[in-house]
Nanobody, 128 residues
Framework: QVQLVESGGGLVQAGGSLRLSCAAS????????MGWFRQAPGKEREFVAA????????YYADSVKGRFTISRDNAKNTAYLQMNSLKPEDTAVYYC?????????????????????WGQGTQVTVSS
């Protein structure tokens, strides 16, 4: 059974930092792009960041660019999202995801439809 399990969420004051982890099991995703999405109450799930399987290419939503960093450790089958300078508007449930298909070493995607495997989400709350 394929599982993605997020951890590291919590409550933090504005300006603070959190590091989310996404541990995969059941299969390796070392040749699959991975991404992070988030969903705030009453809003659609939105793209946050993506990383190619090689780790050589990353892509960010404008709202988090310069504050968030996505990374991965293929040996551990784990992806990360380092979040700095957090703002109240970053409050959401954060989901990690992996694509079904392998891509080129530089391929990344911001499209939800390309991600087949999803974690259960971890809550991030930023207080003002």
């Amino acid at each position: 059974q394929v599982q993605l399990v997020e951890s590291g969420g919590g409550l933090v004051q504005a300006g603070g930092s959190l590091r989310l982890s996404c541990a995969a099991s059941g299969r390796t995703f070392s040749r699959n792009p991975m991404g992070w999405f988030r969903q705030a109450p009453g809003k659609e799930r939105e793209f946050v960041a993506a990383i190619s399987w090689s780790g050589d290419n990353t892509y960010y939503a404008d709202s988090v660019k310069g504050r968030f960093t996505i990374s991965r450790d293929n040996a551990k089958n784990t992806a990360y999202l380092q979040m700095n300078s957090l703002k109240p508007e970053d409050t959401a449930v954060y989901y990690c995801a992996a694509t079904a298909s392998a891509g080129s070493r530089m391929y990344v995607s911001a499209r939800r439809s390309e991600y087949r495997y999803w974690g259960q989400g971890t809550q991030v709350t930023v207080s003002s």
